[in-house]
């Protein structure tokens, strides 16, 4: 059971728009700590995505962007890709935990 | 470049212990906290626990608190992570993965390539 709760899986046909939402608490997200976003391929380590407020690492394309409000994250991806298809993760703080914490991840299948 | 090198993966009895290390290179050493994460087969990421590199300082999750211990070498610039008691469901993937500020806002920017731990009789 993860803290942060997203869809199991989303799809969509190459060139169009996704979200994948991340729902947390007023102790992790809704307490205002960044939420980060994580792409993650078959066999390999998870990669940085986009964090803090819509940051993109260097070559993190633009059609990734995020969003967030009150206890809830999206991440957004538009003009879908085949490339796009992997598992996609969500992260922030935990102020009752004390630790950080991850969403259960996202299936992206590109159709 | 930033680079994070995990040691091989390793098959372990149950209780017995296993002691992962993550070689950090391209850096300064004290420069970022380092996290551990661990993926269990088909499952999601579950964070373990930080160290901070400086002090030797650690917070450990809840999960794994009297089972885990995180030490560094600043010598070698590797970080270790040693989970004992080892159980069946402890099979996983590990990660070892850096962050900057070892706060609440951090992101883990660089990951290792993970060291599969299979637990098996």
């Known amino acids: 059971q993860s803290v942060l709760t997203q869809p199991p899986s989303v799809s969509g046909a190459p060139g169009q728009r996704v979200t994948i939402s991340c729902t947390g608490s007023s102790s992790n997200i809704g307490a205002g700590y960044d939420v980060h976003w994580y792409r993650q391929l078959p066999g390999t380590a998870p990669k940085l995505l986009i964090f803090g407020r819509n940051n993109r690492p260097s070559g993190v394309p633009g059609r990734f962007s995020d969003s967030k409000s009150g206890t809830s994250a999206s991440l957004a991806i538009t003009g879908l890709q085949a490339e796009d298809e992997a598992d996609y993760y969500c992260q922030s703080y935990d102020n009752i935990l004390f630790s950080w914490v991850f969403g259960g991840g996202t299936k992206l299948t590109v159709l | 470049q930033v680079q994070l090198v995990q040691s091989g993966a390793e098959v372990k009895k149950p209780g017995a212990s296993v002691k992962v290390s993550c070689k950090a290179s391209?850096?300064?050493?004290?420069?970022?906290?380092m996290h551990w994460v661990r993926q269990a087969p088909g499952q999601g990421l579950e964070w373990m626990g930080i160290i901070d590199p400086r002090g030797d300082t650690t917070n450990y999750a809840k999960n794994f608190r009297g089972r885990v211990t995180m030490t560094r070498d600043t010598s070698t610039s590797t970080f270790y992570m040693e989970l004992s008691s080892l159980r069946f469901d402890d099979t996983a993937v590990y990660y070892c993965a850096s962050s900057a500020e070892g706060e609440g806002n951090d992101a883990f920017d660089i990951w290792g390539q993970g060291t599969m731990v299979t637990v098996s009789s």
């Open positions: 391209g850096y300064s050493f004290i420069t970022y906290y």
